[in-house]
């Protein structure tokens, strides 16, 4: 069984990664953000695509979303992990999230392969925006890699690139978020479109804006818990369950 990783801020690059080759895969919606890596990594058998591209060039509201998973479709993958950096809103810094609910605070991106332009609209069934079993072997990886892992959490997507105000902030904490990121919408509802199982793997990297008592949000300390984290997270895809 191969995966389909898509790396975020901190993993658009695959350490250790076993590269077998490259690909670049045509979609009636342009171009994926890279050409696909397939590889290995131990024994998990892979393909990485960085979300933000070569270099970290694209920012949230740019990434053709409708691409990177139609390509991953394409390749005949069938569970799909989406790693993702964010803030904190009710979870602490350094903490792995395989968070279980969305709510969708982004505008303007092309959402849906159902635009209507080959004459065919389906609405898909969202109330769970998680695969439940792709979820379940991520806790369980995280668990036996010796993380301490989050297993619930709803994750607020705002349209970036700037963080957020800490007013925007006490909204979703009303709201019920417990974190911040950029990037979950469209790509997960995409994914349940496209039939793929489709799940994220949240490292929270800071504290949301007008939380916690660190004052403003430092990228040094961002990039200080990217660092330790990310660890965490290669450790969970090692561990996956082939």
């Not at 076993?18 to 590889?39: M, N």
């Not at 301490?148 to 006490?170: D, F, H, K, M, S």
């Not at 008592?213 to 561990?239: A, H």
């Amino acid at each position: 069984m191969k995966y389909g990783i898509i790396g975020g801020s901190g993993l658009t690059k695959f350490r250790d990664l076993k590269i077998e080759h490259r690909e670049i895969v045509k979609t009636p919606y342009g171009e994926a953000s890279a050409p696909l890596i397939h590889g290995r990594f131990g024994d998990v058998e892979l393909v990485f695509l960085p979300r933000h591209g070569s270099g970290h060039r694209l920012p949230p509201h740019s990434i053709n979303y409708r691409a990177n998973i139609w390509a991953m479709k394409e390749l005949g993958i069938r569970e799909v992990i989406g790693i993702a950096t964010v803030g904190g809103i009710s979870s602490p810094p350094n903490a792995l999230v395989i968070p279980d609910q969305i709510i969708d605070y982004t505008w303007g991106r092309e959402q849906t392969f159902f635009d209507g332009v080959d004459g065919h609209v389906s609405h898909i069934d969202f109330t769970e925006p998680y695969c439940e079993s792709l979820r379940l072997k991520l806790i369980t990886a995280a668990t036996s890699s010796g993380s301490n892992v989050i297993t619930e959490g709803v994750y607020g997507a705002t349209q970036g690139p700037r963080l957020e105000t800490a007013a925007e902030i006490r909204r979703m904490r009303q709201d019920g978020c417990d974190l911040v990121g950029m990037t979950a919408m469209p790509e997960a509802s995409l994914a349940r479109e496209a039939g793929l199982c489709y799940a994220t793997c949240a490292l929270v990297v800071n504290w949301a804006a007008g939380i916690g008592d660190e004052g403003p949000i430092s990228q040094q300390l961002i990039n200080q818990y990217i660092e330790q984290g990310m660890e965490s997270v290669r450790q969970l895809i090692f561990k996956l369950e082939g």
